[in-house]
């Protein structure tokens, strides 16, 4: 079936520094591509999504990139500040659903002062 | 604007009782969807409501799991008996537009402890 890998799983960066994070997907009729900021004891909030039709695109600090031959986007956070620290999932719509998302497994980022 | 409402935050029963979720999305929504996030993994869809329709209940496990969303606005989640591999929280979340992709607003989400 169709699946979401994300790495890593864990990421740990200095206050001020980039932070990378990597999605794959696996259904080529995926076309559009959300990513999620999970805090401790919340729900999942929205902070930037793509669709297909667009390579990049940018939001302040948060950054999204979507390569559709090779399959695979990523969040590029810069300028990290203590308040980023939280849990992040990317997620793809699977084709031709109206809305349906599967997600990626979740990367724990900290930002250490 | 009032964000979705899930109750209770948290609950623990033993593994064979019955427990039910209640969501309220966000006013407006015509999609409402449930999602079983176990810890360390990222929500996975049960089932998806348009207005008071059932949409994709594709992964819901029928044989204990049930939903309803009646007259299209609250939603109850029902796990009934539950076992041990049900803990874990459960997210409501709503959209706004009937179909097409566009932001999912989550709930806090139900906790839920199988003893």
């Known amino acids: 079936g169709e699946n979401v890998e994300q790495h890593p799983s864990t990421l740990s960066v200095q206050e001020g520094d980039s932070a990378v994070i990597k999605c794959t997907y696996s259904?080529?009729?995926?076309?559009?591509f959300p990513w999620y900021k999970q805090e401790l004891g919340k729900g999942p909030q929205l902070i930037i999504d793509i669709r297909s039709n667009v390579g990049e695109k940018k939001d302040q600090r948060i950054a999204v990139t979507l390569n559709k031959t090779a399959k695979h986007f990523s969040l590029h956070i810069t300028e990290t500040q203590p308040e980023d620290s939280a849990v992040y999932f990317c997620?793809?719509?699977?084709?031709?659903?109206?809305?349906?998302?599967?997600f990626g497994k979740g990367t724990k980022l900290s930002v250490k002062p | 604007e009032a964000g979705v409402a899930q109750s209770p935050r948290y609950k623990i029963i033993e593994k064979r009782q019955s427990v039910a979720f209640w969501c309220n999305p966000i006013?407006?929504?015509?999609?409402l969807y449930w999602y079983q996030q176990i810890l360390g993994q990222g929500p996975k869809l049960l089932i998806q409501f348009q207005n008071n329709g059932v949409v994709d209940d594709s992964q819901l496990p029928k044989d204990r799991f049930s939903a309803e969303r009646l007259k299209g606005v609250d939603s109850t989640l029902k796990i009934q008996p539950a076992k041990l591999e049900d803990s874990a929280v459960y997210l409501c979340?709503?959209?706004?537009?009937?179909?097409?992709?566009?932001?999912?607003?989550f709930g806090p989400g139900t906790r839920l402890t199988v003893l």
């Open positions: 997620a793809a719509s699977i084709g031709g659903s109206q809305g349906n998302l599967i």
């Open positions: 006013s407006g929504h015509a999609t």
């Open positions: 979340a709503s959209s706004y537009l009937a179909g097409g992709y566009n932001e999912q607003f």
């Open positions: 259904d080529s009729a995926s076309n559009y």
